[in-house]
């Protein structure tokens, strides 16, 4: 067969997928030391709000094989892929199965850790727009689904070696964004330019500023109290 090197991955989806792999590390790291690192970890939730949105607005602006149009022919190419006959570039239909598992899995640890609250060292930005029961269930529903990311971690490794294994370097390509073990014929990434780059990037500004919570209005001053005589 013969291959040529293609472009895959554009450079937005490259930067975004390190930044997310950063932040996501750091946030899991922060969460579990507590204390005096959970300013930081509250941080990094704002920053993992700001690239979820992004990543979502790129799925749909950004260049050929970062769009989300690869899950609407999950029903096809799934059961091609299993029984061996699916050929492309970009994600394959179980790496999307992996997209769609991460993205939502995060999701819901941002959406809950925005409004998380510990009564200790953490006060998530947006916990004033929740009741206090709502904030405790979904605190502790955080702090258990923290282990489904983990496990959700580990399984994209383990995807990792084992396509290496088979001779395809998926690391490379998301470091440079060429693959050269693809079909001669397969097309080259196209879109993404400026003007789309830009309206994702201001989506994801957007999203980053409403979960710091500073549109809130801040709360009033407790009422002075008054002398007893």
Known sequence: ?????????????????????????AALLTGWLGGNWMVWHGRLGVLIAGLLAFRLAWGVLGSTYARFSGLLHLPVTLPAYLRGQWQGAGHNPLGWLSVLAMLGMLSFQVLSGLVANDDIAFTGPLQRLVDSDTSSRLTGLHRQAMWLVIGLIGLHLAALLFYRLRGERLVGAMLHGRRDDLPANTPEARGGRWPALLLA???????????????????????ASTPAW
């Open 201 to 223: 990037l201001l989506i994801g500004a957007a999203a980053l500023w409403g979960a710091s919570g500073q549109w809130i209005p801040a709360p009033p001053p407790p009422p």
């Open 1 to 25: 067969m013969t291959t040529r090197s293609i472009r895959v991955w554009d450079l937005p989806t490259r930067l975004f997928h390190w930044l997310l792999a950063l932040s996501v590390s």
